[in-house]
């Protein structure tokens, strides 16, 4: 039993010493960039493996494939005429069109993890890859060896520490008067638990013009791809939240991160709380000693390929707004969260067993509203420069479409187009 504690004792000092600490001083050994070369060399080997013994494949539908009879259906006939003259390759053109719909669909494939050019030895994919040959087969059960039996202990080892120190940390600064010096403190306590908590999930993040930082009493707006956009970006400075109440552990956050600094928490169905918000939003830009606002204009996370329209809520507020591109790589793991299909308990479990979370962040100059724009426009205007510097697609679409239909004048609008190659007098 001496021996066990002795060894444990060891463990755990390792963790502290070699990740914890150097995660909250901001101190890197460069172990992880080693440690993601190496991974680049052996999904390289896996990729050349893979097209050896399979081809090189497409999984996309060549839509030239298959061609209406008829360019346009002929259109002012008579009813008699039109059943006369009506036969079944008539409707090619809408099956075609209903094809392209579904195989051209830049909304709904948003809502799902993205596509990978090649396989990263994990399990999201539909092909058995590690059986196509022997040594792909042990290279994937050492993979799941070191991330299920190495890695996963020791990151939730210092996930545990992280939260821990978020929570203590705001538990004693509650305690002390207002002053510069607890706000300060707060500032650096936070920086240091959220690095942590980083490491947790082998976090890589490169920080692109941070001459661009948004500074206190403005409104920083990006694109949203997980809740981990906030840690991610909590890594560099601290911000003051803007978000939905949230039951479970994620109110537990909520509240504790509230004792301290001035978060603002919402029900998002009560429009008295939005009246509240929009005025407590005011109040804050107006006041430069805080933090500035961290905003999701999307108000859905998008799976990390493209950026969805922006709420125009956020740009009638007023003030300076400063523009944040996110961009994670797919190639070490899958960084978006589709609330509709797991938990925030499963996700967790997720990032901690991926191979590592890399990503950039681009800090774009302020901008403000310019006197012949709307606030729609402004926030379009927005959205089209970070998804332009993150490389994203920039789309029209709600990403509430993740959670609700099509609205009924978008069907009609449609249905009236299909109707219109078929008028007749």
Request: glycine residues 6%; hydrophobic residues 45%.
């Amino acid at each position: 039993m001496a021996v066990w504690c002795i060894l444990l004792s060891c463990y755990l000092a390792v963790i502290v010493i070699f990740m914890a600490i150097p995660a909250s001083l901001g101190i890197s050994f460069g172990i992880r960039n080693l440690y993601l070369a190496t991974l680049y060399k052996v999904f390289e080997f896996g990729r050349k493996t893979i097209q050896s013994k399979q081809g090189i494949r497409s999984s996309v539908i060549d839509k030239k494939t298959v061609q209406p009879s008829h360019a346009h259906l002929p259109r002012n006939r008579s009813f008699g005429t039109f059943q006369r003259e009506f036969r079944l390759d008539d409707i090619v053109e809408f099956c075609v069109n209903g094809v392209e719909a579904i195989l051209d669909d830049d909304v709904t494939k948003r809502f799902s993890a993205e596509e990978l050019e090649s396989w990263n030895l994990l399990t999201r994919t539909n092909e058995n890859y590690h059986y196509i040959s022997v040594k792909l087969t042990i290279m994937w059960l050492l993979g799941c060896f070191v991330r299920y039996i190495i890695l996963f202990p020791m990151r939730f080892i210092v996930l545990l520490i992280g939260l821990g120190s978020l929570v203590t940390s705001r538990i004693i600064i509650a305690q002390l008067p207002k002053s510069n010096f607890r706000h300060w403190l707060d500032d650096k306590t936070m920086l240091v638990s959220f690095r942590i908590i980083a490491r947790a999930v082998s976090a890589v993040i490169t920080f692109h013009n941070k001459e661009n930082i948004a500074n206190g009493g403005g409104i920083c707006v990006a694109n949203h791809t997980t809740p981990i956009d906030v840690l991610i970006l909590m890594c560099d400075r601290c911000y003051s939240l803007v978000g939905q109440r949230q039951p479970g552990f994620f109110g537990f956050i909520e509240r504790t991160l509230a004792k301290t600094q001035d978060h603002i928490w919402f029900e998002r169905t009560e429009m008295k709380d939005r009246l509240i918000v929009t005025r407590r939003l005011r109040e804050h830009v107006e006041d430069p000693s805080k933090n500035p606002i961290l905003i999701f204009p999307e108000g859905t996370c998008i799976n990390n390929t493209s950026v969805m329209m922006f709420k125009k809520g956020s740009f009638e507020i007023g003030g300076d707004v400063y523009p944040v591109a996110i961009k994670y790589d797919p190639t070490f793991g899958n960084a978006f969260w589709n609330s509709s299909v797991e938990g925030f308990g499963m996700y967790v479990f997720l990032l901690l067993t991926n191979w590592a979370l890399v990503c950039d962040v681009w800090y774009l100059p302020k901008t403000t509203l310019r006197d012949d724009e709307t606030a729609a426009q402004f926030a379009n205007r927005v959205k089209t420069e970070i998804a332009r510097q993150g490389g994203l697609v920039d789309l029209i679409w709600d990403g509430q479409l993740k959670r609700t239909s099509v609205k009924p004048e978008f069907r009609q609008r449609r249905q009236e187009d299909y109707a219109s190659t078929l008028k007749i007098d």
